[in-house]
């Protein structure tokens, strides 16, 4: 049936569970399982209080949520940001879930927020809002208990806060507690540039799929955040050339291509990317409907939907970040024939190199850099085709086959183990 656009949209946790129920009903899940995995299993919300730099005391909300430790620990990252809520944060858990069964690695999903934004904070505020919210989760993180990993408004040090805050609680240093730390605690090589490499190595794969080559790909990239940046670098390194790319305050386009090592500097000096000579300036959220032949949301979600994404220009969406096309845009982009790498799959280059991470924090031996990389690309190239497969066989996108894929690994895992009662 054709999607309008008053059709209304849905929230994020919506969005995600709209294409559980039709994933779960595609494999035939029976209802009991479908009621279990659709939900989380446990939700946790802190009131934080910080004394702030100002001598007045502020309350910070802050979310743990975790979805599913069916296969392993919970695992999954923790996000700053002013408009964080509780919706938003249970659908990144389950999408961690759904993500780490796609790549099959040995870990459920969680998601931690608080709202806050890190711009406006110090040093010693962010310091002191992570380690009371690692504090009041001591009783559930842990290596064999929920991983947590850095996302959007945290970074390496923010780990590095976590860490050690929760190795004084347990009174010895457990580097395997989080991931994306710093390389000298226990961080791994590779782990920050993972989730954009994992961006290029399914873009060439699709390439492959459609038969085309990367010097004729024109690429736009909405954020320009850990994620965003790297894709860009690495992709121009590889032959593509970057026309588009928007951060929080603004957009630039370049037919010619944008020298993408020239902007970091810039981004770094300015603050922002807006400004870079050369190009046009674009508003950020109209970026990803210039002309291109893909597109790569990497900022946050629901900015492709039912009223937009008849505007896309690309032939392939590489979807670096969780959750950036809505239900209802599935079925407009797939009348277009679009080719939509699904954010689960797409972006799962960051968790598979953090579940490296805590094998080798574990084992306290550190693989090389070419290591780490090597078996990254082995890991996303054999779910890529995975995913690609199942979607052949049981004729539907490769969204839902992604979904399908995970659930399914869910569900088996959960049938072994049974509910404890
Ligand atoms: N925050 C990242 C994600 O959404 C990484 C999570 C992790 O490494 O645990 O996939």
Known sequence: MPIIASEKELSVYENMAARFDVAAAKLGLDEGFQKVLRHPSKEITL????????????????????????RGPGKGGIRFAPDVTLDEIRALASWMTWKCAVVNIPFGGAKGG????????SRRELEAITRRYTAELLDYLGPERDVPAPDLGTNEQVMAWVMDTYSMHVRHTST?????KPLDLGGSR?????TGRGCLIVADQALQRLRLNREEQRVIIQGFGNVGSIAAKLMQETGYRIVGVA????????PKGIDVPKLINHALEAGQISGFPGCDPVDPMQIL????????PAAVENVITSHNADRIKARIIIEAANGPTTALADDILAEKKVFVVPDILANAGGVTVSYFEWVQDRQGYFWSESMVNERLEQMMVASFNDVLGYAERHNVSP????YMLAIDRVAFALRLRGLYA
């Open 47 to 70: 009131y934080i209080p910080v004394m702030m730099d100002s001598g007045s005391i502020e309350v910070f909300v802050g979310y743990r949520v975790q979805h599913s430790i069916v």
């Open 114 to 121: 608080v709202v806050c934004d890190p711009e406006k904070l």
């Open 176 to 180: 395997a507690v989080v991931t994306g």
């Open 190 to 194: 590779g782990r920050r540039e993972a």
């Open 247 to 254: 951060d929080i305050h603004g957009g630039i386009y370049n």
């Open 289 to 296: 409907f210039q002309d291109c032949d893909i597109a790569i």
């Open 399 to 402: 969204r839902i086959a992604a």
